[in-house]
């Protein structure tokens, strides 16, 4: 999947997405998602942050974190999470097309970022979250084989092979994790609320690395 693909299948992410946020009453926006400390209104907030076209939010952040990425971003998101909902949703809509990843990252980082993130939003809310076949593939071959810093430290798919049942496809070697691909990406981006759908001999070593 060529960059241009992996930009476009982001962009229709992001506008699913501000479709659902779109029909959501005022207390699910308060409602806790599987992004921890974040509710759905500030992970909307982060997600409308890292589409900004000026990075001087972004370097303010930093500066009031001492440089800490990941304090920066929770700065950030805090802060823009302080607009109207219907800002939020409108500025995701509006900002979808926005091709700007951080360097080493690339175009993968940014989908894999909306692909996760919707699910933090949709599964606690009951919604379904069905993103397109290619961008989970893309998202991951991006944890698995890429650069997938500040999604998946190193070591926790050591060892691991990730059957995706939905795509026909694996990733990995090792003891097998299996499971639907979106379900697969998003625990190996941290989130363990997704173990119970996933099955394999492996799905307990990754069970572990999660809940230590």
Do not use: K, Y
């Not at 992004?35 to 370097?59: E, F, G, I, Q, Y």
């Not at 990843?101 to 996760?116: S, Y």
């Amino acid at each position: 999947m060529d960059d241009a693909l992996v930009w476009r299948a982001a962009a229709a992410e992001r506008r699913a997405l501000a479709d659902d946020l779109d029909g959501l009453g005022g207390e699910q926006w308060c409602s806790p998602t599987l992004c921890a400390a974040w509710d759905v209104r500030t992970v909307s907030a982060h997600l409308v942050a890292a589409l900004d076209s000026s990075p001087w939010p972004l370097l303010a952040a930093l500066v009031r974190s001492g440089g800490r990425v990941h304090r920066a971003n929770d700065l950030l998101a805090r802060r823009t999470a302080q607009r109207p909902t219907a800002d939020l949703v409108g500025l995701l809509r509006g900002r979808a097309d926005t091709r700007a990843a951080p360097p080493v990252i690339g175009a993968r980082g940014p989908l894999t970022d909306v692909l996760v993130h919707a699910g933090d939003i949709r599964l606690p809310l009951g919604l379904a979250h069905e993103p397109s076949a290619e961008g989970v593939r893309a998202g991951l071959e991006f944890v698995v084989a890429g650069r997938p810093v500040g999604f998946a430290p190193r070591g926790r798919l050591a060892g691991l092979r990730l059957v995706a049942e939905d795509l026909d496809r694996s990733w990995g070697q090792g003891e097998v994790v299996a499971g639907r691909g979106i379900d697969l990406l998003m625990a190996a981006c941290g989130r363990a609320a997704v173990l119970e759908r996933l099955h394999g001999d492996g799905a307990v070593l990754l069970a572990r690395r999660l809940n230590p």
